[in-house]
């Protein structure tokens, strides 16, 4: 980021995932004021998602149980998808007008979070579910829960085979999900605790 130039938007439930400088810190438990006073950041919006408020600035909010935490964006609706783990939900906010529009129920404790480019449907890690659930964004329900490994957390899209890669922390394994069936195809043994997890478009592999 060069200087103070570039804006970015901040959707936040526990904690900004930046550390720009000392940010204020809202308390929920008080009717919600906009904190205004860093001069030193980046940040232009902070989106607080339990009470749908978007305000100025950086904000960090400790109380409001929601906890958001993996992030993806779907180019068919334009609507942005966040996992909040504290909460059990996806919260679907429209970036046009930076609300909350819907909130989905998954399973317990949802982290990782991807969007399939062919079938246009969202898949989302729950954790201690040990499922990942597939939401139809034409509907913002969700259509299956699919079994795979102990905790998973992390997941992937392989556009070459169109396979979809979920890292599982307590199996020691990526489960691998077929999107044309939503049924896991392979399991593969890897290292302990796997969490994130990535494609490389240069030479197709997984990491």
Known sequence: M?????RIAVIIGVLVLMSLSV???LNLSAPAVAQTNNTAG???????LDNNTLLPGDVVAYTNGIEPWGITYDPQNG???VTDRGSNTVSVINPSTDEVVAIIPVGRFPLGIVYDPQNGY???ANNRSDTVSVIDPATNKVIANIPVGSSPHGIAYDPQNGYLYVTNCGSESVSVINPSTNTVIANISVGRSPEGIAFDPQNGYIY
Do not use: D, H
């Open 23 to 25: 940010l204020p810190v």
């Open 122 to 124: 969202i898949y989302v």
């Open 42 to 48: 980046a940040v232009k919006y902070t989106l607080i």
């Open 2 to 6: 060069a200087g103070n130039s570039a």
């Open 79 to 81: 609507y942005i998808y």
